[in-house]
C-alpha cells in the first residue's frame, strides 16, 4: 500500500468532493480517496503508485482540474 | 401556468443547482425549474401557484435555504 497526496482546484461544497473522491476512487488499484474541500487535497491509497496522468484524467472526468 | 421565482441562498456550483433543480421539480404540478447559480434566483412553472413553504421543504431537503 502507498499514499499519494494530489491538490485539485475548483471544489467549491460537498458534491464537488463527491465526484472527485468517485472519480478518483475507479482508478485500478485505488482502496481509499479521502477529499478535503478547503485545502483541495486529495490523498489516495493504492496497492501501487498510481500515475498522475491517471488522477489528472479522473479529476477532469470529475470536472475539475489537477494543481502540477 | 403559473411562474413565480424565489431565492436560494448556498449554492456554489453545478451540482448544487442540479440538486435544487431535482428537488423543486418533484414538487406536484411543477413542470419546469429554471435555476441562476450566481443570483440564486429559481423560478417554477407550474399548473397552479407553488406554495412557499412547498419550495423551502424542497430547497432544505437539497441542503440550502430559502431566502424569504
Not at 482546484?9 to 458534491?15: A, D, I, L, N
Not at 485545502?39 to 482540474?65: F, L, M, N
Given at each position: 500500500?502507498?499514499?499519494?497526496?494530489?491538490t485539485v482546484q475548483g471544489m467549491?461544497?460537498?458534491?464537488?468532493?463527491?465526484?472527485?473522491?468517485?472519480?478518483?476512487?475507479?482508478?485500478?488499484?485505488?482502496?481509499?480517496?479521502?477529499?478535503?474541500?478547503?485545502?483541495g487535497?486529495?490523498?489516495?491509497?493504492?496497492?501501487?503508485?498510481?500515475?498522475?496522468?491517471?488522477?489528472?484524467?479522473?479529476v477532469?472526468?470529475?470536472?475539475y482540474e489537477l494543481v502540477?
Amino acid at each position: 500500500m502507498t499514499t499519494a497526496t494530489f491538490t485539485v482546484q475548483g471544489m467549491t461544497c460537498g458534491h464537488c468532493v463527491a465526484a472527485v473522491t468517485e472519480e478518483v476512487g475507479r482508478i485500478p488499484g485505488v482502496s481509499d480517496v479521502q477529499v478535503e474541500l478547503d485545502s483541495g487535497a486529495v490523498t489516495i491509497t493504492s496497492a501501487d503508485d498510481v500515475s498522475t496522468d491517471d488522477v489528472k484524467a479522473a479529476v477532469e472526468e470529475a470536472g475539475y482540474e489537477l494543481v502540477t
